[in-house]
C-alpha cells in the first residue's frame, strides 16, 4: 500500500494589501529604558533599517519587552496596546486581534471569551529576533491573517461540529470519537487513535516509522492524537511516528511532557503543577488520570484560558465523552479549585 509521506510544507505568507512600513529617519534609532532592577528591559525600535545596512531592525512602532517564567518577549505597539507574545525555544505566537467566543452548550454554560489568537511561526524564537527579516515578515501577515487558529481548529472536532472535505474529498476536520469500544471497560473507549486513524490514511513519519490506520478507529482521536491532529497534521508541526527524543511531537501524551520540542513551562514533581500563571492558551496540558493518581502521565489537553466564570478551562479528548470536548461531564475541565482534574495536572508545555 503506498504510504503517505510527512513532509514539513513550506510557509506561506499572506499578502497584507496597503500594508506600509514608514521610516522614520535614515539612521535606526535605539532607545533603551533603563530600568530599576525589579523592572525588565525595554527596547524601542524606531526605524526598520540602519543607514548601509539592509538587515531588518523590527517593524517601525514596535516595543519588545523582555520577561521570564518563561523567558519571552511581549510585543507592544506605539499606543501601547498588546501585540504578540513570542516565547523563547517555542515556536508557538501568540497574537491579539478580534475578540471570539467559544461554547459547547449541550455540556457546559460556560464561555469562553479571548481576544488572542495562537499560531505557529516559522522558526523558534529567540531573544533579538525582532530584528530579522524572517519575524518582521510574518508579523505584519500573521496579524491580519483571520483563517482557523490552534483554538478554532480543536473545536473543528467537539461533538456535532460540521464535517469539513478537501478537494479531494478526503475529510479532515468534523465530530471526532476517541475510539473503539474498550472491551476492558463497559462504559470507557479504546485509546491508539491517532491522526491518521480518523483521516483513514496510511502514513509515514520523518523518524522512519510507517503505520496504516485502524479501519476500526476511522473518525476517532485519544487524547494526544487530538493534539496531533490540531497542531501537527492541520497546522504542520513536526509529527514523530514513535516516543523518542527527537524532532517533532511524539505519540503519546507521557513522551510529549517529558521529551517533547518546545518549552516546558514547570516542572513535573509527581504532585499538582504549580504556576498557571504562565500558561496562555493553546499551551498542551499533561495529566494522570487515573482514579487514584500516581503521578505517571497519560493524558494530554490544549489550554483555553479564563473561562467566564473565572475557571482556567481546557479542552481534550476523553474516553467517559467519546471525544474532544471542554464540556463538565465526566469532571469539568479546570486546573483551578478542588476537583478530578485539578489534582491530576502535573505540568505544561508550549511548542
Avoid at 505597539?77 to 507574545?85: C, K, L
Avoid at 449541550?106 to 471569551?113: C, F, L, N, P, S
Wanted: charged share 25%; aromatic share 10%; glycine share 10%.
Amino acid at each position: 500500500m503506498k504510504f503517505r509521506k510527512y513532509r514539513p510544507r513550506p510557509t506561506v505568507l499572506l499578502t497584507v494589501a496597503g500594508f506600509v512600513l514608514l521610516i522614520a529617519a535614515s539612521t535606526l534609532t535605539y532607545v533603551v529604558v533603563r530600568p530599576s532592577p525589579a523592572d525588565q528591559p525595554v527596547l524601542t525600535l524606531g526605524g526598520a533599517k540602519a543607514s548601509g545596512d539592509d538587515q531588518p531592525r523590527g517593524a517601525s512602532g514596535y516595543t519588545y519587552q523582555r520577561l521570564s517564567k518563561p523567558d519571552r518577549t511581549e510585543i507592544t505597539d506605539s499606543s501601547g496596546h498588546p501585540v504578540a507574545v513570542m516565547t523563547d525555544n517555542a515556536r508557538t505566537a501568540h497574537l491579539y486581534g478580534p475578540s471570539r467566543t467559544f461554547e459547547e452548550p449541550r455540556y457546559t454554560d460556560a464561555k469562553i471569551e479571548t481576544d488572542m489568537w495562537v499560531r505557529l511561526a516559522p522558526q523558534t524564537w529567540r531573544a533579538g529576533a525582532e530584528r530579522e527579516r524572517w519575524f518582521t515578515d510574518w508579523l505584519a501577515a500573521a496579524r491580519a491573517d483571520r483563517s482557523p487558529d490552534v483554538l478554532a481548529i480543536a473545536f473543528e472536532y467537539v461533538d456535532g461540529a460540521p464535517v469539513k472535505r478537501d478537494n479531494q474529498g478526503q475529510q479532515y476536520s468534523g465530530d471526532a470519537s476517541f475510539g473503539p469500544p474498550d472491551p476492558n471497560d463497559p462504559e470507557g473507549r479504546a485509546e491508539r487513535s491517532d491522526f491518521y486513524d480518523y483521516l483513514a490514511l496510511p502514513w509515514s513519519f520523518a523518524d522512519g516509522k510507517s503505520v496504516l490506520p485502524d479501519p476500526s478507529r476511522n473518525l476517532a482521536l485519544d487524547c494526544s492524537g487530538y493534539l496531533r491532529m490540531v497542531y501537527g497534521h492541520r497546522l504542520n508541526y513536526p509529527l514523530r511516528g514513535t516516543n523518542t527524543p527527537g524532532e517533532g511531537l511524539p505519540r503519546r501524551a507521557y513522551a510529549m511532557a517529558q521529551f517533547g520540542p518546545g518549552v516546558q513551562l514547570m516542572p513535573n514533581s509527581g504532585q499538582r503543577a504549580r504556576g498557571m500563571e504562565r500558561l496562555l492558551p493553546g499551551d498542551l496540558l499533561f495529566f494522570n488520570a487515573q482514579p487514584v493518581p500516581n503521578g505517571q502521565i497519560d493524558h494530554s489537553g490544549i489550554y483555553l484560558g479564563v473561562d467566564d466564570g473565572g475557571h482556567h478551562r481546557f479542552i481534550s479528548s476523553r474516553s467517559q465523552t467519546d471525544g474532544p470536548t471542554m464540556g463538565d461531564l465526566s469532571g469539568a475541565p479546570l486546573l483551578d479549585g478542588i476537583g478530578y482534574w485539578p489534582d491530576r495536572w502535573l505540568t505544561a508545555r508550549r511548542l
